[in-house]
């Protein structure tokens, strides 16, 4: 089992729609979590930290954490075609940041 | 406030050759740490380097090194290039306890 699991897509939403990305996680005691954007060629950005249980919420950005599941969300309100990128979720174990592969995201006009 | 600044942008080497990567984190950052990303594996953690010490260490082989200078900046080395080492080379800098990384524009190698 991988450590930080995502699907790899591609995810197609029209634009304005609700684009909703997941993420699991397989260490328990993990108690950091982030969301990175990667445009094609580019580093990743970050987007998004949560550290507990619930939702935080960011401009059209909201990331959802549930540690009992250990499953972490990402969703993007009012998708536009600047959204187009790969999503990356990074899990925080026990001494080092763990990566998913990340998911492909496609907003189209 | 500056980001973290990798050198060079691009590299073309030849197998056998070794490489050096620079990398210079955000001011105030002390912990440094190295990634590899490729098509097929994603991000790969290479090592992080914390005061001058090596923290982590991922499972890569050793050819692969690094260290860190009293400055924070870090170097990682290649050494025997071989094909597979073909990728993306990003740095990243984080702040202290479970801050957030953030990324360099990273390095392309590419060996032929």
């Known amino acids: 089992q991988k450590e930080v699991e995502q699907n790899s897509g591609p995810l197609s939403v029209p634009e304005g729609a609700i684009a909703s990305l997941n993420c699991t996680y397989s260490d328990r005691g993990s108690q950091s979590f982030f969301w990175y954007r990667q445009y094609s060629g580019k580093s990743p950005e970050l987007i998004m930290s949560i550290y507990s249980n619930g939702d935080k919420e960011d401009g059209r950005f909201t990331a959802q954490l549930n540690k009992a599941s250990q499953y972490v969300s990402l969703l993007i309100r009012d998708s536009q075609p600047s959204d187009s990128a790969t999503y990356l979720c990074a899990v925080l174990g026990t001494d080092k940041l763990i990566f998913g592969t990340g998911t492909r995201l496609q907003v189209f006009p | 406030k500056a980001g973290v600044t990798q050198t060079p942008r691009y590299l073309i080497k030849t197998r056998g050759q070794q490489v050096t990567l620079s990398c210079s984190p955000i001011s105030g950052h002390r912990s440094v740490s190295w990634y590899q990303q490729t098509p097929g594996q994603g991000l790969q953690f290479l090592f992080e380097?914390?005061?001058?010490?090596?923290?982590n260490k991922g499972n890569f082989p050793g050819r692969f090194s690094g260290r860190q200078f009293s400055n924070s900046r870090s170097e990682m080395n290649v050494s025997t290039l071989e094909l597979g080492d073909s990728a993306l080379y990003l740095c990243?800098?984080?702040?202290?306890?479970?801050?957030?990384?953030?990324f360099g524009n990273g390095t392309r190698l590419t060996v032929t």
């Open positions: 380097y914390f005061s001058e010490t090596q923290r």
């Open positions: 990243a800098s984080s702040g202290t306890g479970n801050s957030p990384l953030h």
